[in-house]
Antibody
């Protein structure tokens, strides 16, 4: 079955960086668009980024463009999210999600998330 | 930007009763709407896409309806495992960006 396992979260100071990973299995990763979504403590879901199956197209939430970078390594079945210049308001659980057949529409399967805490 | 508004924020329902959740879009999104369930401490789970198409493995007590700007998620007879937060999400935009409603918490009455 589909499995998505995020890692790389932790505590970082404001202005710092982190790289999140999402290890995928149970489907043909190289054929599937992938997404990142976050959830601040006690809040709702916020979509962040999308990367096409071959990384030729990337889309971002406007408010994170220039600070967050999505990438993938299809040889390793792994999705990444580089978080730079982090702010306290970036504190959240970060989820990766497998896109639907089209790739862009909705999240078919989700990982359990990794917690990022931005604090001095 | 398309804004999604869910109501009510909290719904108190007794087990076995029917729950009706609403989601409104700020503009016409046709049937480009998904519903997710999120239990405490867990990841979101896809319930419905295309406003009314059930995702794989979802019990038949869940159903979705609507198009355009008004959508409904109905749980016909609430089970203990259904007490959770439910989010709607639109995918009408291009370039593709998802926007979610703020969620409806279904709690035990």
């Amino acid at each position: 079955q589909v499995q998505l396992v995020e890692s790389g979260g932790g505590v970082v100071q404001p202005g710092g960086s982190l790289r999140l990973s999402c290890a995928a299995s149970g489907f043909i990763f190289s054929s599937q668009a992938m997404h990142w979504v976050r959830q601040a403590p006690g809040k709702g879901l916020e979509w962040l980024a999308l990367i096409s199956y071959d990384a030729s197209n990337k889309y971002y939430l406007q408010s994170v463009k220039g600070r967050f970078t999505v990438s993938r390594d299809n040889s390793r079945n792994t999705l990444y999210l580089q978080l730079d210049n982090l702010r306290p308001e970036d504190t959240a659980v970060y989820y990766c999600a497998q896109g639907d057949r089209n790739g862009y529409n909705y999240g078919v399967s989700w990982g359990q998330g990794t917690l990022v805490t931005v604090s001095s | 930007e398309i804004v999604m508004t869910q109501s009510p924020a909290t719904l108190s329902v007794s087990p076995g009763e029917r729950a009706t959740l609403s989601c409104r879009a700020s503009q016409n999104i046709r049937n480009n709407l998904a519903w997710y369930q999120q239990r405490p401490g867990q990841a979101p789970r896809l319930l419905i896409h295309g406003a009314s198409t059930m995702a794989t493995g979802i019990p038949a007590r869940f159903s979705g309806s609507g198009s355009g700007t008004e959508f409904t998620l109905t749980i016909s007879s609430l089970q203990s495992e259904d007490f959770a937060v439910y989010y709607c999400q639109q995918y009408e935009n291009w370039p593709p960006t998802w926007t979610f409603g703020q969620g409806t918490k279904v709690e035990i009455k």
